[in-house]
């Protein structure tokens, strides 16, 4: 990777805020006709600490504008619409400014960012600090490594970039299996 534009190669997801998951996830379904979201409530990356170290063991953390989370809590819906995942996030508590300043109050759902996976995270983030960026959001979660690049200015939202552990690429394909069966056509392209 040399360029911004080399972390864009891979698109995954289109990302939306909601300030009501049940009711976005029911629009998803009803009115664009996805199969079934896979809702996640009060999910937590608040309290941990990144790594010192690569040798560190691996904990879940979330820094926002450069300072650990003492709180961060989300409740997330997830689908796919062919090979696209469909990622919608309310912000429940916490540092989670980020998400809940582009909720529009009463809209089932709001465009937030465009996801692309690359394959090292820290390649990624050299990349972006080569660039003069730094991550307005990045984490871990045991399982994907992630971070939020502010390109509202260029592009008119965030782009998230995120590293996929094993354990990801499983629940990933979960999420297929479950739009298989509700015959929505879906196809991981990682």
């Known amino acids: ?12 997801q289109l990302g939306y805020v909601t300030d009501d998951i049940d009711a976005a ?5 009803s009115a664009m006709g996805t199969g079934p979201c896979v809702k996640s409530y009060a999910s937590s990356l608040g309290g941990g600490r990144p790594p010192a170290s690569a040798s560190d063991p691996r904990t879940a ?3 926002v504008d450069g300072r650990p989370a003492d709180e961060w809590r989300i409740d997330v819906a997830l689908v796919n619409a062919g090979p696209t995942n469909l990622e919608v996030i309310r912000p429940v508590d916490g540092a989670v400014d980020l998400y809940r300043d582009a909720v529009r109050p009463g809209e089932p759902v709001t465009l937030h960012h465009v996801g692309f996976v690359v394959d090292d995270f820290d390649e990624a983030s050299a990349v972006v600090a080569a660039s003069g960026r ?9 399982t994907i490594r992630f971070g939020y690049l502010d390109m509202r200015a260029e592009l008119g939202h965030f ?3 995120m590293e996929l552990g094993q354990p990801a690429e499983r629940w990933l394909a979960q999420i297929d299996a479950a739009c298989a069966i509700a015959n929505c056509s879906s196809t991981n392209p990682r």
């Not at 360029?3 to 190669?9: A, G, N, P, Q, T």
């Not at 996830?25 to 379904?29: Q, S, V």
Request: a negative charge; proline letters at 0%; aromatic letters at 22%.
């Open 25 to 29: 996830a029911a629009y998803l379904e």
């Open 134 to 142: 730094t991550w307005k959001q990045f984490g871990d979660n045991g």
């Open 159 to 161: 782009v998230e970039v």
């Open 1 to 12: 990777m040399r360029s911004l534009s080399d972390l864009f190669r891979y698109f995954v």
């Open 61 to 63: 953390f979330v820094v």
